[in-house]
């Protein structure tokens, strides 16, 4: 199986950028991605990225943190294209698991991106509120959770073969640190992995030998000196 990836951006001109590459098959984006993009008005940046991102999968999140605030955005949300997942934490921000929310949501049909999942136990969880038609993808935070020394290996080995029963299912390798997670995803049988724009650049010229990786930082660190105009 062939591991998707998803460029992680909310940038208005990355989007137009990374649309363009054959090697990106959709989008994912975050509140934090919002603002840092600058948007002010949500809904109006979100249906400017979908006039560029048309047909490609892309991922917009709920903010609310109730049921009720869920419930209504993640319908809006969905009105907006037919290649928009809505994105749902998994929790809320007191730790309320949001079964219920993806409970409902998945019985309308409406394509979901459950967020910040970090154990098998949490993708149990969500499978077990979910039908085997709809589309639904699980973003397990690798980076993060390998960020505070834990490995997160082991639940993305049980969260992929829990998953394996549901087809309408995809786990999602998110948090990426650098440009060997993706070939970790591809051996793990992930199905999508979401990276930042400036990885997936460094991905695109794999292939460099040991021999030409040495050579350059070599010289790479030979310019500075020189730049520098160092003396022993």
């Known amino acids: 199986m062939k591991t998707k990836i998803f460029c992680d951006i909310a940038d208005y001109n990355q989007i137009k950028r990374f649309n363009?590459?054959?090697?990106v098959k959709g989008f994912t984006t975050n509140?934090?991605?919002?603002?840092k993009?600058?948007?002010?008005d949500y809904e109006k940046y979100s249906k400017q990225i979908l006039k560029i991102c048309k047909k490609k999968p892309i991922s917009f999140e709920v903010f609310g943190?109730?049921?009720?605030?869920?419930?209504?955005?993640a319908l809006k949300i969905n009105t907006w294209g037919k290649n928009v997942y809505v994105k749902i934490p998994v929790v809320n921000s007191k730790g309320f698991f949001t079964g219920k929310i993806i409970?409902?949501?998945?019985?309308k049909n409406i394509k979901?991106?459950?967020?910040?999942v970090y154990t098998s136990n949490q993708t149990r969880q969500i499978l077990k509120s979910i039908n085997k038609k709809t589309k639904l993808i699980i973003s397990i935070f690798a980076g993060r959770a390998a960020d505070t020394g834990k490995d997160p290996i082991p639940e993305f080995k049980k969260s992929i073969l829990l998953a394996k029963k549901f087809k309408n299912v995809e786990i999602l390798w998110a948090s990426v640190r650098e440009p060997y997670n993706y070939l970790q995803s591809k051996q793990l049988g992930c199905h999508i992995i979401t990276i930042?724009?400036?990885?997936?650049?460094?991905?695109?010229?794999?292939?460099?030998?040991?021999?030409?990786?040495?050579?350059e930082t070599v010289k790479a660190f030979l310019e500075d000196s020189k730049k520098s105009k160092f003396k022993i």
């Open 103 to 107: 409970r409902e949501l998945n019985k």
């Open 31 to 35: 509140p934090s991605l919002m603002r």
């Open 196 to 215: 930042p724009p400036s990885i997936i650049e460094k991905i695109e010229k794999y292939g460099k030998s040991f021999s030409q990786l040495t050579k």
């Open 37 to 40: 993009a600058g948007a002010k």
């Open 112 to 116: 979901l991106n459950i967020t910040a």
């Open 65 to 73: 943190d109730d049921n009720e605030s869920m419930m209504d955005q």
């Open 20 to 23: 363009k590459k054959k090697i």
